[in-house]
């Protein structure tokens, strides 16, 4: 059985965590899903929306994924990579040669990550959809003006 690991915050799920979920499954049978805590993230530097419980519930519901750890830190994955037995450290190659030194428990790869989506484009998208546009505050300036004229 060849057992795959991976690790991510995966706040706000997207078709990129999808994707790389998918990839990962295809490579082998047992795929583990490491997803960083609310407190790691603060190590991280990393603000989430989503809480931990929610987000590892989400993470677990994937068909591609067999099995849900939490990460808390940085230092876990040697640990994680022998307790699994794991055969494939992977990650998305925004992280391109930062874990080469678990090569020596395993092998390490990096995927392409899906273009053109983010948490962050996300939470920005969200921002200027949510936002009113400036025209649509004239408008609604005049309308008022208009009523408050009836009203004299
Ligand atoms: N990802 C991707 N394509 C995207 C966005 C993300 O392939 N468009 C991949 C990332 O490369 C990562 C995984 O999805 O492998 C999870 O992404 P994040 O939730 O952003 O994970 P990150 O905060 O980078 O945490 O110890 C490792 C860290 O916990 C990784």
Redesign the pocket.
């Known amino acids: 059985m060849k057992k795959i690991i991976?690790?991510?915050?995966?706040?706000m799920f997207?078709i990129?965590?999808l994707?790389?979920l998918r990839n990962l499954k295809n490579m082998g049978d047992f795929l583990i899903v490491?997803v960083?805590t609310d407190n790691?993230?603060k190590e991280?530097g990393?603000r989430t929306l989503i809480p931990f419980k929610q987000r590892a519930e989400i993470v677990a519901s994937i068909k591609y994924v067999d099995l849900v750890i939490p990460?808390s830190s940085?230092e876990q994955?040697e640990n994680d990579i022998k307790k699994h037995s794991v055969d494939i450290f992977a990650?998305?190659?925004?992280?391109e040669g930062k874990f080469d030194h678990l090569k020596k428990f395993c092998d390490v790869i990096y995927?392409?990550?899906?273009?053109n989506?983010?948490?962050t484009e996300l939470k920005s998208s969200l921002k200027r959809f949510l936002s009113i546009s400036q025209d649509d505050l004239k408008h609604a300036f005049d309308v008022l003006e208009l009523l408050r004229r009836d009203l004299e």
Request: without cysteine; hydrophobic residues 25%.
């Open positions: 991976t690790y991510g915050t995966f706040d997207h990129g965590h994707n790389l490491g960083s790691f993230n991280k990393k990460e940085w994955k990650m998305g190659n925004d992280w995927l392409d990550r899906t273009k989506i983010s948490t």
